[in-house]
């Protein structure tokens, strides 16, 4: 069996929904008692949401392939980043890094054609929504992707940042996010994506809107399990 080697803590509520994910996707796979081979290597966001913000991708690579060399010294067998902001570097990432990655947005994509999902909406943070790493990966499968309006993206961005990020969950903020989930649906998403690994943390069903959230936490978990059992 493979271990596991997660680089975490960006943010440290959705790192423990990670761990919850894959201990159950585990079990589940193998109901006999016993855990998964896994490593945490918990990283400061601080500096990381420092680095993105700033643009020095560079530096958020040479960063975060310093973290898996850890994690690689310490017995991984491949590895994965417990966040969808810093796959803005991922390309980069996989080529220096030590052990082979999982990729979040490839593994996303793979299960959004499993739901035959053509045009997906998509949450998370400013990086993420005005970014190129999801629509890259997205358009050579074909399937459209679809961003809020610059007002909502702010909205979103600000109550992640400021609340999600730091394990603030509020009723009226799940109620503000599925109002955008409505506007967006007028124009013809078939399914949301949750790029950024707080928002299932608030928005863990659809909230009547009769599309499928599409959990990246979760996808990305049952992924490294399946991987850790091949």
Do not use: W
Not at 56 to 84: C, I, K, M, P, W
Not at 215 to 222: N, V
Request: charge should be negative; glycine fraction near 10%.
């Amino acid at each position: 069996m493979k271990t596991l080697g997660m680089i975490g803590g960006i943010g440290p509520e959705s790192t423990i929904d990670y761990y919850r994910h894959i201990i159950a996707a585990y079990r589940n796979q193998k109901p006999d008692g016993s855990y998964p081979p896994l490593i945490i290597n918990s990283i400061d966001a601080k500096k990381m949401i420092d680095l993105i913000t700033a643009n020095a991708l560079s530096e958020v690579t040479q960063y975060l392939t310093t973290e898996l060399h850890r994690l690689s010294r310490a017995g991984a067998d491949f590895g994965l980043v417990a966040a969808n902001t810093p796959h803005v570097v991922f390309d980069d990432l996989r080529r220096q890094s030590p052990v082979p990655l999982l990729s979040i947005v490839e593994c996303t994509c793979r299960f959004a054609q499993t739901l035959g999902l053509k045009k997906v909406g998509l949450f998370g943070t400013r990086f993420t929504m005005q970014g190129r790493f999801y629509p890259d990966v997205f358009s050579r499968e074909g399937i459209a992707l679809a961003v809020p309006d610059a007002r909502d993206q702010e909205y979103i961005h600000d109550k992640y940042m400021s609340e999600l990020f730091t394990g603030s969950f509020l009723p009226e903020t799940r109620e503000g996010l599925l109002a955008i989930v409505d506007r967006m649906k007028t124009g013809g998403i078939q399914g949301l994506i949750l790029v950024g690994t707080e928002l299932p943390l608030i928005l863990r069903d659809d909230g009547g809107r009769g599309i499928p959230f599409l959990d990246t936490t979760r996808i990305h978990a049952e992924a490294a399990v399946a991987e850790m059992l091949a």
